[in-house]
């Protein structure tokens, strides 16, 4: 880095450029943990959405006279605006400034809430919920730059730490604060939740964050990388969604999965010709930041896609309630609020190699112990391994994050901040798809041959499919007046051949933790200077 460049980093007034005098601290403006603080509102309004709207599924399927399809849109539209989105709106970070794209995704974010609170047809919840995740999708880079650029390298991990634990605390609270809105306030609650949140992140945003530019920050746009990467993504995204569907061999699937790497290959080409590029291929000659993101892409596979039958698991199977459920997550959630500080201190003092690999083996040793789960674990079983399991992401999440953010150049913060959610969303993506796969087809396999042995009556072709996709998600159905006797035989086989695939999916998870714990060898501390020292 030149020592303009070092200057105008370090919030020096840079004369000779547009953005002359932006980065000058005074008074509370740009103060490093107030920074922090502002951007943890914005965080947490999106990382709470994340899990919140699942709880409202069903009472907008009932209210809005929605079909299932209806409803899985409502996830998958934001979810694919939000991973498509990432990189390109961390690139308008780095361009224009990240608190202006902060404050821009802030309110955008509130207003498409408040905007799905008030629709009256399910076409424009999802709608909105698409415009939902590009503002998200501009928020989340953006809040990464603004802790790289305000941060000194030896309080950075610290920062993230924190950062980690409002997401960790945020996602875990969804369940149960949107089982209580829910049922005391209706669905249309859970969206207008976000708005006086915005408000305040708005507010503070204005009043304390400070816009720091690097002077050698991209001035123009790669327009073809833009179109390229977003094609590339949304082609890979859409696949995995579709192919519990279309099934993973497919031609559709297959077609759209091919479409994806030729985008890919040719955006990767294209970037090392473009003179200002979206993703620079160059910062992938660091071997720590390209660690860090298939860190976070496999940590996200093992976790996401374990973690999602959980919640099916608690309440059809458990039959605990949506409040219940996400009170019996409370380990995990404080394990990830406790231990995500701690874990930025002990990376700010041994370094991240040692406490990632070691993080990775504790979260596959929980995938593994939750494999072991059976239809009537009680809470202390699985409160051990939430704990474990929360214990072994924490310093993973703040860690790989820090790994990504802290090799990257400060003027592609935003492009790095981009990377690391976008690692996370596709990893998160393919461990649901995947693992969802492996579940579906033991169950497949478990429920015929579970039903023999239980000598319940052969059922007809369509109601034994029926039954199959029921009990991929823990549900017996059983019929009304079904003897007693009858009723329990059915449940015993339903959820029996629910928690077997469950089990394989968790192992497969903690194969994969495995996997990344190697992974993490290979990561080290980030080498560009993180900021103005001369804040703390």
């Not at 907008?60 to 990189?87: E, F, K, R």
């Not at 231990?339 to 040793?365: D, E, F, H, N, Y």
């Not at 901040?417 to 169950?443: C, H, N, Y």
């Amino acid at each position: 880095m030149s020592t303009q460049t070092s200057t105008v980093a370090h919030g020096a007034p840079d004369p000779s450029g547009p953005e002359g005098g932006q980065g000058t601290r005074t008074g509370l403006r740009g103060h490093p943990w107030l920074t922090l603080v502002t951007v943890a509102f914005g965080v947490a309004m999106v990382a709470l959405d994340g899990t919140i709207v699942a709880i409202a599924n069903p009472a907008i399927q009932d209210d809005l006279d929605a079909s299932l399809a209806d409803v899985q849109w409502i996830t998958n539209g934001y979810l694919l605006a939000l991973a498509v989105s990432l990189i390109t709106a961390g690139k308008l970070g780095d361009r224009f400034g990240h608190r202006q794209t902060f404050l821009g995704g802030v309110v955008g974010f509130a207003l498409a809430s408040a905007a799905i609170g008030l629709s009256g047809s399910v076409a424009l919840v999802i709608t909105f919920r698409v415009l939902q995740g590009i503002c998200g999708a501009l928020l989340m880079p953006a809040a990464l730059g603004l802790l790289r650029a305000s941060f000194p390298a030896e309080r950075l991990n610290a920062a993230i730490g924190i950062w980690g634990a409002v997401i960790g605390a945020s996602t875990a609270a969804g369940p149960i604060v949107g089982g209580l809105l829910v049922e005391h306030k209706g669905w249309e609650s859970v969206f207008f939740i976000n708005v006086p949140v915005g408000a305040l992140a708005l507010v503070m945003g204005l009043v304390l964050l400070l816009d720091r530019r690097a002077k050698d920050a991209p001035r123009s746009f790669d327009l073809l990388g833009i179109v390229l990467l977003s094609g590339a993504m949304f082609c890979l995204v859409w696949a995995i969604i579709k192919a519990p569907d279309w099934h993973w061999g497919d031609a559709k699937t297959l077609g759209f999965l091919a479409v994806s790497v030729v985008a890919f290959a040719l955006f990767g080409f294209w970037e090392t010709k473009v003179k200002e590029p979206l993703l620079p291929m160059s910062m992938f000659r660091s071997v720590p930041l390209t660690a860090g993101t298939v860190l976070m892409v496999l940590m996200a596979f093992g976790f996401m896609g374990g973690i999602f039958f959980v919640t099916f698991y608690l309440q059809n199977v458990n039959g605990l309630s949506p409040v219940d459920s996400g009170l019996r997550l409370l380990p995990l959630t404080a394990m990830m609020i406790v231990a995500s500080p701690l874990a930025g201190t002990v990376i700010t003092k041994v370094g991240p190699r040692i406490p990632l690999v070691g993080a990775m083996v504790l979260a596959a040793v929980a995938m593994f112990g939750l494999s072991t789960l059976e239809a009537n674990s009680g809470m202390g079983i699985t409160s051990l391994w939430f704990a474990l399991l929360g214990l072994g992401l924490a310093p993973v999440m703040v860690g790989a994050t820090e790994v990504i953010v802290g090799n990257a150049p400060l003027q592609h913060a935003g492009v790095a901040g981009g990377l690391q959610q976008a690692a996370m969303q596709v990893g998160g993506s393919l461990g649901t798809a995947v693992l969802g796969a492996v579940m579906a087809s033991r169950v497949g396999s478990e429920l015929p041959h579970k039903w023999a042995e239980a000598k319940l009556p052969p059922l007809p072709e369509k109601k034994e499919a029926a039954l199959k996709d029921a009990a991929e998600v823990g549900i017996a159905p059983v019929p009304k007046g079904t003897p007693e006797q009858m009723a329990q035989a059915i449940k015993h086989v339903v959820h029996d051949s629910f928690v077997s695939g469950m089990g394989l999916a968790f192992v497969c998870a903690g194969i994969v933790s495995v996997l990344a714990a190697g992974v993490a060898v290979f990561t080290s501390r980030g080498k560009n200077d993180a900021g103005p020292s001369v804040h703390v």
